[in-house]
């Protein structure tokens, strides 16, 4: 009895043994059998991180046109050229902007459609419209200036200009379009009394008109302000050619 309970036992035993040995046997395989879900997981992170990144290239401001007149409004670009935000620098630009439809176009082909409202045509024979480009360097700028040319040539009382990134940002710091604060800096630089709130409702034909009239009062008096062609008082040497072919500075 005692011999059939041992043996009865011992079977017990060994087909324990057997079934850690099958478990171990079958883990082995499994793990061998599975390894790709760490590298989709790896090449999904990968994916996600292009993605985040183009993202932020399509979203992150890079460049700035503004468009000046009495409407006063800016749009930024990103590296592509196309339009990410649009924002009005006074009540007339922020009335356009809000009736605009060009985020995400070309600025080219956005410039044309503010040209063509209703609110920007009855300004094309009666008044001054200033454009202003601003790129991360002087040839980015140039480029974009170039396609602010194209796109408005043959159009009247439109001159195009291009500054720099950093009057951009001191721009938007004062309230002010690009194309408005590079006008300021010139007025200020003839009488420093005028401050931004000054002019930030003026059309730009008052503010040339303010600047002609206190430059005749001054003349000759203000270094650095004496009209030269492609100069500002911001000081970036970038100029522009009207459609009449007269070289412009930013003043506009």
């Not at 990968?46 to 503004?66: H, K």
């Not at 935000?85 to 503010?114: C, F, H, M, P, W």
């Amino acid at each position: 009895m005692d011999k059939r309970l041992r043996e009865a036992f011992d079977e017990v035993r060994a087909d324990e043994a057997l079934k850690e040995r099958t478990r171990a046997f079958l883990a082995g395989k499994t793990a061998k059998r599975h390894p790709r879900p760490v590298w989709r997981l790896a090449a999904a992170c990968l994916t996600l991180l292009a993605l985040a990144g183009g993202a932020l290239l399509w979203t992150t401001p890079v460049a700035a046109v503004s468009v000046d007149v009495n409407p006063s409004l800016e749009l930024a670009l990103n590296c592509f050229d196309r339009v990410v935000e649009v924002e009005g620098r006074n009540a007339d630009g922020e009335a356009l902007a809000s009736a605009l439809q060009v985020k995400y176009l070309r600025y080219t082909d956005a410039l044309e459609q503010i040209l063509t409202t209703t609110q920007m045509e009855r300004y094309l024979d009666q008044a001054q419209v200033s454009i202003t480009v601003a790129g991360a360097d002087e040839s980015k700028s140039q480029a974009l200036l170039a396609g602010a040319q194209a796109c408005t040539k043959g159009l009247g009382n439109v001159s195009c200009h291009c500054g720099s990134m950093e009057e951009a940002t001191a721009a938007r710091k004062a309230g002010l379009s690009l194309g408005k604060y590079q006008a300021f800096l010139e007025l200020q630089a003839l009488d420093p009394s005028i401050t931004a709130q000054d002019i930030q409702n003026l059309t730009m034909r008052q503010i040339r008109d303010w600047i002609n009239r206190l430059s005749g009062q001054q003349a000759g008096s203000v270094p650095g302000n004496t009209g030269d062609a492609g100069q500002s008082a911001g000081g970036n040497s970038c100029g522009s050619i009207s459609d009449h072919g007269h070289q412009h500075g930013h003043g506009g």
